[in-house]
């Protein structure tokens, strides 16, 4: 039985759920519940993952009400949402079963989650596609691009939002506080390095693209001096600097008409970025442990 501070949590998780959903969905350009840029999916990853099956009410209907929110079409919204929670369950069950991972934060957590959303994804997408085929008359020729782009949108909202939740919901913070500093001068030159490279094309015109390589120098700053927080800072900032300058039409990733393609090729970059960096980051903070586990016990 449902207890009332459950019930509380399932409505909160549902809005949460819509309203970062909405905000996906407002950048939908080839089809109007179809984005490459869906944070919902890590939300959704990261309920479950916390909450397990009390989640799941709430990432259904999070999903159902925003579907029906936009397209109007019941039917096709009930099997969407019900991908959209398989997606979350299943991408859990092969981190946890599958690859043997309970905690997120172990040496191999990056990679594992990658893997194991890469399967997840493919519920929602293929379920999806197939839905809006079906039962809302989408063109057969169009199913592949939706298909690309609903799986790769999910996808990249898991790798980036997940961590990033989890981080915060365990809170470790301890490097940021150790230098806060340097933490606050590596989160305003890094803040620099993405509205100049990849925020604008500022630098274009004067031929300095060889200048996007200095995010190597801040990636090995932000990961060997701040572990996880320097990483999850380099995902969320180049994010979200990369997303805006798009839509805009313009910075490293921008398409001439062509939006979609062009948040695509983002979303390949970011998953790239979050993975390598979260790797080396969960690494280095896994030896770090270690070691100082070893001192204090010697």
């Given amino acids: 039985m449902i207890q009332l501070k459950d019930s509380f949590k399932i409505l909160l998780m549902a809005v ?16 109007q519940q179809v984005t490459p840029t869906w944070p ?17 009410p709430a990432i259904y209907l999070g999903a159902l009400s925003i579907n029906i929110f936009v397209s109007s079409k019941i039917l096709s919204s009930l099997f969407i ?4 929670t398989l997606e979350a369950m299943l991408t859990v069950l092969i981190f946890k079963s599958l690859f043997k991972e309970d905690n997120f934060f172990n040496k191999n ?46 996808l990249t909202g898991i790798v980036v939002i ?65 572990e996880i927080a320097g990483s999850l800072t380099i995902v969320i900032f180049s994010y979200a600097y990369s997303v805006v300058a798009t839509i805009m039409s313009t910075g490293p990733f921008y398409i001439k008409h ?16 979050a993975v390598s960096t979260l790797t080396m980051a969960l690494l280095y903070y896994n030896l770090h442990d270690k070691k100082l586990s070893t001192e204090t016990n010697g």
């Fill in 81 to 84: 949402a019900f991908g959209n």
């Fill in 16 to 31: 949460v759920y819509f309203i970062i959903a909405y905000f996906g969905l407002k950048l939908a350009f080839s089809n």
């Fill in 40 to 56: 919902a999916s890590g939300f959704a990853v990261f309920c479950y993952l916390i909450y397990r099956e009390k989640s799941l």
């Fill in 109 to 154: 957590g990056a990679i594992k989650l990658f893997f194991a959303a890469s399967f997840g994804c493919l519920i929602a997408s293929i379920g999806g596609a197939l839905s809006l085929h079906y039962l809302e008359d989408v063109p057969a020729k169009q199913f592949l691009n939706i298909f690309w782009t609903w799986w790769l949108g999910d």
């Fill in 258 to 273: 062509d939006i979609n393609g062009s948040l695509l090729n983002l979303d390949l970059f970011i998953i790239t970025i």
């Fill in 162 to 226: 997940t961590p990033f939740l989890l981080y915060f919901f365990y809170r470790k913070f301890d490097n940021i506080f150790k230098a806060p500093v340097e933490f606050m001068a590596f989160l305003f030159i890094f803040n620099l390095y993405c509205f100049l490279i990849l925020g604008s094309d500022i630098l274009a015109e004067y031929k300095l693209g060889a200048l996007s390589y200095t995010m190597l120098p801040l990636v090995i700053w932000g990961v060997y001096r701040f």
